[in-house]
């Protein structure tokens, strides 16, 4: 369990290269066929983008947090690995609902706010335990 939050960052950083891949290939091909849109290609895109973005901090906060298991670092980390399951996975569904059938996930919407709120909450625990770390030093 020590090296949770690195394996989670290696899954998430894996996926998020092999879905980058397919969107800026595959998908890119559906969409000038016309069978999804540039909107969704993007939101596809930016799924990956934050996918990845917060994969890289779940790696940082792993070597930052390696001896030390601060409190609002691991709570950070668990809200980064919520986000990116609420606010990357919500999108992934979302773009590609035309192309999977799952034309009636639209309840999903509501689920990618609470994914970026969920990103948004582990950076406020960084500044947190920031403040934390100025009173001991």
Not at 9 to 16: K, Y
Not at 34 to 56: E, M, R, V, W
Not at 112 to 127: D, F, H, N, R, Y
């Amino acid at each position: 369990m020590k090296n949770y939050f690195l394996t989670v960052a290696g899954i998430f950083g894996a996926t998020g290269v092999a879905l980058g891949a397919l969107g800026a290939h595959f998908l890119k091909a559906k969409m000038q066929a016309g069978i999804i849109t540039p909107d969704q290609l993007a939101g596809f895109d930016t799924a990956a983008k934050y996918q990845l973005f917060h994969s890289l901090a779940l790696l940082i906060i792993f070597f930052a947090n390696k001896d030390k298991n601060l409190k609002w670092l691991n709570v950070g980390a668990n809200l980064f690995i919520i986000g990116i399951i609420l606010f990357s996975g919500s999108l992934y569904i979302l773009t590609t609902r035309s192309l999977t059938g799952l034309e009636s996930v639209m309840f999903l919407g509501p689920i990618t706010p609470l994914g970026g709120i969920a990103l948004i909450g582990g950076w406020v625990c960084l500044i947190v335990q920031s403040f934390k770390l100025k009173k001991i030093n």
